[in-house]
């Protein structure tokens, strides 16, 4: 979660790794994205210790993934939730990108507990590549190129 | 990069996490995409310790994502070289969506020294997200759902 610098921080993909590449960040936009904002939500959907939960939320607050607003249930004391803001609902195509791949080459059942829609259709929504003009690029015919930049590319220490 | 197992292993984001949620796996396989096969290559560009760039090469192969070849240059020892398998050029979609991120949202150059191209335009190709039939669905439009299963859905312990 540290910030990158310098010649490490030349790659975006190493950049959203220093970020969001920590192993509970993710699973907890995951939850976020799909309805969970209270501390005791993410705690159980995540089994993760408290301590560890307060930390990594913080650290998305931090970084503008998600954001702190207080509710008070009645008769209780005042609390915060958590809720994704605009900056972490654009990881939506990372968590699909990898839910995908694991749905086709980890696969443990037949089916997800989570999956993302189309809310205009229903209809499932999976992660894909598309151009410019937003028309699909099929996966066969995208190459990664190396254009630039300094020879460190790798995630600050 | 342990198996996840029983419970944990619901949710393919969790899975693929526990996988590639490692933070030199994923900047490995981009390497990889670009052209990389070398130890050295990979050790350059990432700056990382030979002991521990052999032990998640390794793990890259166990999980298929990666492939062993022994190549010989004129006068030296057998080596291997590290090829990306079809499965581990479906992480694809997850780099460019991890990237096309990082540099929304935390840019700290105006240029990335990857990029993905569609090989038949040499178009850029970014992520996003598509239906069943190829078509693009607009990101304001995708909702996550929760649909079924266990409480406990992290990665593995």
Redesign the interface.
């Known amino acids: 979660m540290t910030a990158?610098t310098g010649l490490?921080?030349?790659?975006?993909?190493?950049?959203?790794?220093?970020?969001?590449?920590e192993?509970?960040a993710?699973?907890i936009v995951?939850d976020a994205?799909?309805?969970a904002s209270r501390f005791a939500q993410f705690r159980?959907?995540?089994?993760?210790a408290p301590d560890m939960l307060a930390d990594r939320l913080g650290k998305l607050v931090e970084h503008?993934i998600l954001e702190r607003r207080s509710y008070r249930e009645p008769g209780e004391r005042a609390r915060e939730e958590y809720l994704v803001t605009p900056?972490g609902?654009?990881?939506?195509?990372?968590?699909?990108?990898?839910?995908?791949?694991?749905?086709?080459?980890?696969?443990?059942?037949d089916?997800?507990?989570?999956?993302?829609?189309?809310?205009?259709?229903g209809?499932?929504?999976?992660?894909?590549?598309?151009?410019?003009a937003?028309?699909?690029?099929p996966?066969e015919?995208?190459?990664?190129?190396?254009?630039?930049?300094?020879?460190?590319?790798?995630?600050a220490r």
Do not use: N, Q, Y
Not at 8 to 21: E, K
Not at 141 to 154: C, D, N, Q, Y
């Open positions: 990158t490490t921080a030349a790659c975006p993909i190493a950049r959203s790794l220093a970020v969001v590449g192993k509970w993710l699973l995951r994205l799909a309805g159980t959907s995540l089994g993760i503008g900056v609902r654009e990881l939506a195509p990372a968590l699909a990108a990898l839910g995908g791949w694991g749905l086709a080459h980890l696969p443990v059942a089916s997800s507990p989570f999956r993302f829609v189309d809310a205009a259709t209809a499932p929504a999976v992660a894909g590549f598309v151009d410019a937003g028309r699909p690029v996966l015919s995208v190459r990664l190129e190396r254009i630039a930049g300094p020879v460190v590319t790798g995630p």
